[in-house]
């Protein structure tokens, strides 16, 4: 099917019309993840008995806070999954680890919370961390604490019994805490927080990394212990960053260089790569480097790229924040979780009871050209896909399909009235903000409009952008959430990214995962993702659209289009 320009965005959205049932929300939040403990925050109760923003399929608990998540792993065929939670309201405080497990990472059985405030070490709060398979397969979790002093130190816990498969006791290490601030290691006491998976070196000494911040240098502080209990501070970090602040729930672990398959986080040698990844929150996004791990030195040694500056390779360009990998032994497989914090004012986060959720697992590998890597939504989200609309290029009228999953694809042939790209627009989010879905170009802007009113008041706009860059041609991918509300007060920031594909060889793929209020996309095949919190007040029920569109000049070939409606997963 071809999608040729048209002269106005209401005549350029053709090919498809899906109906939506869709919610509505208020304000912004400001972005916060391992919080500066505030002990006089205030208990919350929702004031609203309507909730037509929760998730289809998207974690999240039943009500309250959530941000982080915290020590995924798998233990005898079961996913656990812990997370960051305010047992007593909407906002950030009183923080406990929340629990669920789950078969397939997609339906969840709520337990009671893991870890709370019980020791000097955590009396303050119980902050984010990581689990580690010890040897025999036994987990143990490192997490921070917020002492008495309000200083961040590491602490241990372990499970109360092994024969439990969903693990819903955990008990703490007497020794906490195990690492801590102290006046000759040099440490930040309000910079030390977020332990990641521990791997073990070839000496049998377990190594572990600390995020931290030195003036404005962001950096990882490594420990070493033989025993999981006993740890000594390295004299260097493993790596350091200027200018980059502090590096908050980092990641540090092993990718393999001929296969999609994910590797133990202990696995050093040939045939792998490793990444570190931090959460930036300057930017703020969770940057990554790719590069080589000198375990002689205990150095991380990046190819390229930094953890600074929009040029930083990033998980997700969107609202995206504090994620976590685990390895997956079970089918061989890195996992990536993430958080999406709300665009909702407090105020409203406290009206609807509830704030915060969980983007979809996803699969995490190399990309072929071994320069960054890819995502995809894990396979099991497709068991939810119900009705399957197979697009033509007639008009198409159906039921409700909220939540839903849709692909499609692109294929440009002619390319000579490209737009030329000014050396000058190296911010891909600028860009799409000045070139936004309503800026007519030559080659785009093409892509989906969701969670659209009918007469386009609304809508959020995910779509492609080409442009000629020297001999080459740049793909710019946009999530444009400036009409995707008729209400101000949301937070409609534009994201966008360049995606490194080859449109003169490929096709041009975007997939989109939409949920209520979330619009996660995937482009290039997941080389860039870009996670969207959009609140309509129009396109609301069967008032709500998806549109296939093209408000470029030039003709656009969509090679395929298909749509699932999707059921509802059981989320706690």
């Known amino acids: 099917m071809n999608l040729p320009g048209y002269q106005n965005m209401a005549k350029s959205c053709i090919s498809l019309i899906l109906f939506f049932s869709v919610i509505l929300s208020h304000g912004v939040v400001e972005l916060q993840a391992s919080n500066p403990f505030y002990r006089n925050l205030y208990t919350s109760q929702s004031t609203s008995t309507s909730q037509p923003y929760r998730t289809g399929y998207h974690f999240q608990p039943p009500k309250n806070w959530m941000n982080d998540p915290n020590g ?91 024969s439990d498969s969903y ?18 290691n040099h440490i930040n006491a309000s910079f030390f927080r977020d332990p990641t998976t521990a791997w073990l070196g070839p000496d049998k000494r377990w190594r572990v990394i600390i995020g931290s911040q030195t003036k404005d240098k962001g950096l990882a502080f490594l420990y070493r212990s033989k025993d999981f209990v006993y740890w000594t501070k390295a004299k260097h970090p493993l790596h350091s960053e200027n200018h980059s602040g502090m590096w908050e729930c980092p990641d540090f672990f092993p990718v393999s260089t001929n296969s999609r398959k994910g590797v133990d986080t202990s696995i050093i040698g040939l045939n792998t790569k490793h990444v570190l ?15 080589t791990y000198n375990v002689t030195a205990d150095k991380f040694i990046p190819e390229e790229g930094s953890m600074n500056g929009v040029s930083a390779l990033t998980y997700d360009y969107g609202k995206f924040y ?16 993430g958080w999406i914090n709300e665009s909702s004012t407090q105020e409203d986060d406290i009206k609807k009871g509830w704030s915060g959720l969980q ?53 440009i042939t002619k390319f000579e009235k490209a737009e030329v790209l000014d050396p000058n627009w190296t911010n891909p989010q600028l860009l799409c903000s000045q070139k936004g879905a309503s800026v007519k170009g030559a080659l785009g802007p ?111 070939n969509v090679t395929s289009l298909s749509a699932w409606s999707m059921k509802t997963a059981q989320i706690n």
């Open 72 to 162: 995924p792993m798998i233990y005898k065929g079961i996913y656990h999954l812990f997370y960051q939670y305010n047992p007593k309201g909407a906002v950030w405080g009183n923080i406990v680890w929340g629990h669920s497990t789950s078969t397939d990472l997609i339906n969840w059985t709520p337990h009671d919370a893991a870890i709370y405030p019980t020791q000097p070490s955590d009396i303050n709060g119980c902050w984010s961390g990581s689990a580690t398979m010890l040897p025999g397969g036994k987990p143990a979790i490192l997490y921070t604490g917020i002492d008495p002093d309000n200083k961040q130190v590491q602490n241990l816990a372990v499970p109360k019994n092994l």
């Open 446 to 556: 093409f892509g989906l409009l969701v969670l659209a009113s009918k007469n386009l008041k609304e809508y959020t706009a995910v779509f492609f952008r080409i442009f000629k860059n020297k001999n080459k041609y740049a793909v710019l991918m946009c999530s444009d959430q400036n009409r995707s509300s008729l209400n101000n007060d949301n937070d409609k920031t534009t994201y966008g990214a360049f995606l490194d594909v080859d449109p003169v060889h490929e096709t041009l793929s975007l997939r989109s995962l939409i949920d209520h209020s979330i619009v996660e996309s995937f482009g290039g095949g997941g080389k860039a993702c870009i996670t969207a919190r959009v609140y309509p007040t129009l396109a609301i029920d069967d008032e709500a659209h998806l549109y296939a569109f093209n408000y470029g000049t030039e003709k656009i």
């Open 277 to 291: 990844k931090a959460s930036v929150g300057k930017i703020p996004h969770d940057c990554y480097i790719i590069g």
């Open 322 to 337: 504090a994620s976590k990998t685990f390895f997956d032994i079970a089918k061989n497989r890195r996992i990536l979780l």
């Open 167 to 184: 693990l819903r006791e955990w008990v703490k290490s007497p020794r906490n805490p195990l690492m801590a601030p102290t006046a000759t």
């Open 359 to 411: 983007a979809i697992p996803r699969g995490l590998w190399l990309d072929k050209s071994g320069k960054q890597l890819v995502q995809w939504p894990i396979p099991e989200v497709e068991k939810l896909r119900a009705k399957k609309v197979n697009l033509s290029s007639k008009l198409l009228r159906g039921k409700s399909l909220l939540p839903a999953d849709v692909e499609i694809s692109f294929e």
